[in-house]
């Protein structure tokens, strides 16, 4: 094995700081300062922030037994501090919820700026959004303003009547992840008149972009957990240089793959419809690089385990685990993968990894993992 020794002279550590002009960014500043939390409390007891439409949003503090990390729509920690906001962005009957947040300042005509915010998608919900949106404007936005509707998709149009401007997703990528906090984040132009900002889905449900996803709800919903957000002038993103004493490293040449032989893995990303052995499209793209793992290594073999929850009869559980493992490596035998390197095995309820008492530990045992073997 050849090995390299480099001698390091400086460490080069680019800080991004910055003046977040948000008021209250993670909804930590609440009018009352003792453990309240309720149903639709968001508008009642944040700070600075505000709801432009009749839609009831809420919020989740990890102080809370009912409204905190467990919450009715599932489980998430906060992504900074305690609390964080939960809102409706799709629902079968076009219902919404949005957060209206205020700037400490007018942004400057034509300097530029980032927006980030960090969303999770909520366990509880049937549907992965494409369409998350931020709606810059020159008022405060009132609820059931002119002939906006009042707990609808809002139409900035029909919203105010001074200056605005809608800022989309425009990544063909799906706001998926139940486990941890996805960033959203996007760079902009001042038109000089940005004093408040409204985030949700502005768009109604013939025009929305949407993925079914594994939910055990019987109601057709997107909900998302936000938290975090910031309007930062891109001029006051510096670098910091820090110098490190002299250090002797010693660097391996050869490429190291992530991927363990006689390892389990479980596949984070790949779903399915509800009771059903149908992929849904937001699995691809783990499945893809896999099956690209598996094109670069030819020596290797795969085997896909699948795996259920205790709800439910066992023989139906055993059969649905089969049918999704098998549906895995369907896909990457479509992509090209010799079916002769891959196997596929259900294994029911069997063989949890937590408890199913909870909703939090039965997501944990629906899952495929996979083990890649040298043939």
């Not at 980032?114 to 949106?133: E, N, P, R």
């Not at 008022?139 to 149009?157: G, Q, V």
């Not at 706001?175 to 949700?200: C, D, L, Q």
């Not at 910091?240 to 893995?265: F, R």
Request: charged share 25%; aromatic share 14%.
């Amino acid at each position: 094995m050849k090995k390299l020794t480099i001698i390091t002279f400086l460490f080069f550590s680019y800080i991004i700081y910055g003046q977040n002009l948000v008021i209250n960014p993670s909804f930590e500043n609440r009018k009352d300062k003792r453990c309240i939390v309720f149903l639709s409390g968001f508008d009642k007891l944040i700070l600075d922030w505000s709801t432009p439409s009749f839609g009831t949003p809420d919020f989740f503090n990890s102080c809370s037994s009912d409204f905190g990390i467990k919450n009715y729509n599932g489980y998430q920690k906060p992504k900074t501090g305690t609390t964080y906001a939960g809102i409706y962005t799709y629902s079968d009957k076009n219902y919404r919820e949005y957060i209206q947040g205020e700037l400490s300042k007018t942004l400057v005509k034509g300097e530029n700026y980032i927006l980030t915010l960090y969303l999770s998608l909520a366990d509880g919900s049937s549907f992965v959004l494409k369409d998350i949106q931020v709606l810059m404007t020159e008022e405060k936005l009132k609820p059931c303003y002119n002939s906006n509707a009042c707990d609808k998709a809002i139409k900035p149009s029909k919203a105010t009547k001074k200056q605005f401007k809608l800022y989309s997703n425009s990544e063909e990528v799906y706001f998926s992840n139940k486990k941890t906090w996805t960033k959203f984040s996007f760079e902009f132009t001042a038109e000089g008149y940005e004093n408040y900002f409204s985030i949700g889905n502005f768009y109604r449900n013939s025009k929305t972009k949407k993925q079914q996803t594994l939910s055990r709800s019987p109601f057709f919903f997107s909900y998302y957990y936000i938290d975090d957000v910031s309007v930062i002038a891109l001029e006051d993103q510096k670098p910091e240089i820090v110098a490190e004493p002299l250090k002797e490293e010693v660097l391996n040449t050869e490429p190291e793959t992530s991927i363990k032989t006689n390892e389990i893995y479980t596949l984070k990303n790949v779903l399915f419809e509800f009771n059903k052995a149908q992929l849904l499209d937001v699995s691809l793209n783990e499945l893809d690089k896999l099956h690209k793992h598996l094109k670069e290594n030819l020596n290797l073999n795969i085997e896909i385990y699948g795996h259920t929850d205790n709800i439910g009869l066992d023989k139906r559980n055993k059969a649905l685990s089969e049918q999704r493992a098998k549906a895995v490596a369907d896909y990457l035998i479509s992509e090209g993968l010799n079916l002769s390197r891959i196997e596929s095995f259900g294994f029911g309820s069997s063989k949890p990894i937590s408890g199913n008492e909870t909703e939090e530990g039965r997501q944990l045992n629906r899952r495929v993992e996979f083990k890649v073997i040298k043939n």
